[in-house]
């Protein structure tokens, strides 16, 4: 069975830290690109990073400088650090798995599906409730 389980979300300040992580079951880890996305009430679901397998990670506008994404192959694992998080950080956070490998190392395809989550995404996460009190 497939599945996306992440954990590490909690309430955080405005300012604060957080690192969220996402267990991979099954051949999803090693078949598949995965990402981060996030979603608020009312909002279409975003993109926030998406990884190759060589590391080429690219990330979303409101992210970049304060988010990192880093796998561990070995624990087929996906984090997310985030730092100087703002109130509108506030999100659902979810892991996704999608496409293929070959696909993934193409940063042209990372920032489509980056784009668009729901052109690629196969697999997704239950979502992490990340709230950021301003």
């Known amino acids: 069975q497939v599945q996306l389980v992440e954990s590490g979300g909690d309430s955080v300040p405005a300012g604060g830290s957080l690192r969220l992580s996402c267990a991979a079951s099954?051949?999803?880890?090693?078949?598949?690109?995965m990402g981060w996305f996030r979603q608020t009430p009312g909002k279409e679901r975003e993109g926030v990073a998406v990884?190759?397998?060589?590391?080429?990670?690219p990330f979303a506008n409101y992210v970049t400088g304060r988010f990192a994404i880093s796998p561990d192959n070995t624990k087929s694992t996906l984090y997310l650090q985030m730092r100087n998080l703002t109130a509108e950080d506030t999100a659902s956070y979810y892991c996704a798995a999608g496409g293929t490998v070959y696909a993934c190392s193409s940063a042209s395809w990372r920032r489509r599906w980056l784009a668009v989550p729901g052109n690629a995404a196969a697999y997704w996460g239950p979502g992490l409730p990340v709230p950021v009190s301003s």
């Open positions: 990884i190759a397998r060589d590391g080429g990670a």
């Open positions: 099954g051949d999803i880890y090693d078949n598949h690109c």
